[in-house]
């Protein structure tokens, strides 16, 4: 079945230690999205790539990057975690940015907890 | 500002139905969707509107008045597993989604 795949499903860990979350699709989509969630919040979009277009939201802390090395992967690193970035991060999938209408897929998602 | 506004919290009884709403403020308009997300989960699309009316699919339907800045999700013969977070998202007129916080709809038997 095609879908969007992140792994692991869950991730500890230390305050400052560098982590990266990794997310892969069979849909073939051209944009990829990364979002962070926090419990009983709106998902809050921090990246997204058409193709190999990057752009990053105004708001995105300088500690959030990502890397899409291909259409199938793409990487959200997180250079030195604090308490305040322990949140859900949901990768999603869209077959077009522009067009009204299209769907985003989302990955089952990654729970990060930092110690 | 842009700005998506959903009851926080809906009870609603085994069998019922409920209608959750939505409200939004944002710079263009290029569809409305609904998600649904369970406890821990990703969301998981549920239904699109772009234009004015009622779009069914089963035992749930959407409904939007653009003129208002207004949808309403309706979920009919309710079921436990209905249980979840219903979440509003307006793509705007940079093909951006701008999303509610959601509404946690408790069903009890």
């Known amino acids: 079945d095609a879908m969007v795949i992140q792994n692991p499903r869950y991730q500890v860990t230390q305050f400052g230690k560098p982590v990266t979350l990794s997310c892969s699709q069979t849909?073939?989509?051209?944009?990829m999205y990364w979002y962070q969630q926090k419990s009983s919040q709106a998902p809050k979009l921090l990246f997204h790539?058409?193709?190999?277009?990057?752009?990053n939201e105004a708001d995105t802390p300088d500690n959030f990057q990502s890397r899409r090395p291909n259409t199938s992967f793409c990487f959200l690193d997180i250079r030195s975690p604090g308490l305040g970035d322990a949140a859900m991060y949901l990768c999603?999938?869209?077959?077009?940015?522009?067009?009204?209408?299209?769907?985003?897929?989302f990955g089952p998602g990654t729970r990060l907890l930092v110690l | 500002g842009q700005n998506i506004d959903q009851p926080t919290e809906m009870t609603a009884t085994e069998g019922a139905i409920v209608q959750i709403n939505c409200t939004y403020q944002?710079?263009?308009?290029?569809?409305l969707f609904w998600y649904q997300q369970h406890a821990g989960e990703a969301p998981t699309f549920l239904s699109y509107?772009?234009l004015d009316g009622l779009e069914e699919k089963g035992r749930f339907s959407s409904f939007l008045s653009r003129s208002k800045g207004y949808s309403y999700l309706l979920l009919k013969e309710l079921q436990m597993k209905d249980s979840a977070s219903y979440l509003c998202?307006?793509?705007?007129?940079?093909?951006?989604?701008?999303w509610g916080a959601g509404t946690k709809l408790i069903i009890k038997p």
């Open positions: 849909l073939n989509h051209n944009v």
């Open positions: 998202a307006v793509m705007d007129s940079n093909y951006q989604l701008i």
């Open positions: 944002t710079s263009g308009f290029n569809g």
């Open positions: 999603a999938t869209s077959r077009q940015r522009g067009g009204g209408g299209e769907t985003q897929y």
């Open positions: 509107n772009v």
């Open positions: 790539y058409y193709d190999k277009d990057f752009n």
